[in-house]
């Protein structure tokens, strides 16, 4: 008899301990579930190559990566010599054009109709130098942050080759990675509270812009084997509000508003 009360009050025991382990268990992950949402990323910057138009020898950089700049300034400059050469050949023949137009008589003269022509292209011919000597020297298209830069003086710039590569401050991102469990909890148009190291004391605002539809694995970055297998959607963020402290390459401290209703 007393062995029967024994066992009846030994599974009573376990079936209490399981069930208080269980509802521990339910707690945690509604806990878990109502958390707001936090991720970490590094500050990016939308990227603008900046390439010349026409091919010449490099004459001067005139920036460094690192370097901020103001739309205008100049950047590069290439060696001016042949087209200023031919700039003033063009110049010789627009001045024998102008005239020939003056000894045939005036442009109306039956004469002056081939002299005019002849004027009309040696005018064009001008002007083409003209614009591509403007194009010797580029300038920045934008206020923004040099990032790269890819030319020395000597070197022969081609068309369209990049020389350096620019990023807008006005226009700075951050894309982060949520765990897929989280990733139904968050929309576009959401507002973020970021925070970075230079300003531990001051908080950002960005926007979520961007969410994947597909998963993908957490970036090689992650340490944890367990992390590695896990999947996330990335989510990419506006940054609002910069006035020009946020620079691309800092890393950033997410948390997601309203993610913990």
């Keep these: 008899m007393k062995q029967g009360v024994i066992r009846i009050i030994l599974v009573l025991a376990v079936l209490a301990g399981l069930g208080y382990w269980l509802w521990q268990r339910a707690a945690n992950n509604a806990a878990q579930a109502d958390a707001a949402i936090e991720a970490s990323g590094t500050i990016e ?24 700049v103001a739309e205008g300034d100049v950047l590069v400059r290439l ?6 050469a031919q700039g003033r050949q063009a110049t010789a023949a627009l001045d024998l054009a102008r005239a020939a137009v003056a000894a045939a008589g005036g442009p109306a003269a039956p004469a002056g109709r ?3 022509a002849q004027l009309a292209q040696a005018q064009a011919a001008a002007d083409l130098l003209a614009a591509q000597l403007e194009r010797l020297t580029l300038l920045a298209p934008a206020d923004g942050v040099i990032l790269e830069r890819a030319a020395e003086p ?11 590569t620019l990023g807008r401050l006005d226009d700075l991102t951050i894309k ?32 979520v812009t961007q969410i994947a539809d597909r998963a993908e694995f ?44």
């Design 45 to 68: 910057a939308v990227e603008v190559s900046v390439a010349p138009e026409i091919g010449g020898r490099v004459l001067e950089v005139l920036v460094e990566a690192g370097d901020e």
């Design 79 to 84: 060696d001016p010599t042949l087209l200023e």
């Design 114 to 116: 081939l002299a005019a």
């Design 154 to 164: 000597g070197e022969v710039a081609m068309p369209g080759a990049p020389l350096l």
């Design 176 to 207: 982060v990675y949520v765990p897929e469990d989280r990733y139904g909890r968050i929309s576009v148009g959401d507002k973020a509270t970021l925070q970075v190291d230079a300003f531990p004391d001051r908080s950002f605002t960005a926007e």
């Design 218 to 261: 957490t970036p090689r970055n992650v340490q944890t084997a367990s992390g590695r297998k896990a999947t996330v959607y990335g989510v990419t963020l506006a940054v609002e509000g910069k006035s020009g402290r946020l620079k691309p390459g800092m890393p950033a401290d997410l948390r997601f508003d309203g993610s913990d209703r």
